[in-house]
Nanobody, 128 residues
Framework: QVQLVESGGGLVQAGGSLSLSCAAS????????MAWFRQAPGKEREFVAA????????YNGISTKGRFTVSRDNSKNTLYLQMNSLKPEDTAVYYC?????????????????????WGQGTEVTVSS
């Protein structure tokens, strides 16, 4: 079992940057692929970015490609999300999650079905 705690959310102006962290405890984070999802009020949960267990490959959602970068430090049991060029439509609660997608593909890594452990979320608000 893995416990996940996100941090780093807040209020930022459009065009700005923000960095999120996710601290894992319990079973070692290196056993899992990790991902970020987000959910805006009244909207469906959306895939943001994911990373393989060793950090060799990353995947981004269409709306975050080229702006958001996911990374991890297994020695610190921490997952990161660097968000640049933020837009008002990036406003959402951001969730960290851990799981085991069955294959290394964008489709598998972007599906919430393959993630078993979820944090409580951290809120990001981007003002225009």
């Amino acid at each position: 079992q893995v416990q996940l705690v996100e941090s780093g959310g807040g209020l930022v102006q459009a065009g700005g940057s923000l960095s999120l962290s996710c601290a894992a405890s319990g079973r070692t984070m290196s056993s899992y692929a990790m991902a970020w999802f987000r959910q805006a009020p009244g909207k469906e949960r959306e895939f943001v970015a994911a990373i393989t267990w060793e950090g060799a490959a990353t995947y981004n959602g269409i709306s975050t490609k080229g702006r958001f970068t996911v990374s991890r430090d297994n020695s610190k049991n921490t997952l990161y999300l660097q968000m640049n060029s933020l837009k008002p439509e990036d406003t959402a609660v951001y969730y960290c999650t851990a799981g085991n997608p069955p294959v290394r593909s964008p489709e598998a890594y972007s599906s919430a079905w393959h993630y078993h452990y979820w944090g409580q979320g951290t809120e990001v608000t981007v003002s225009s």
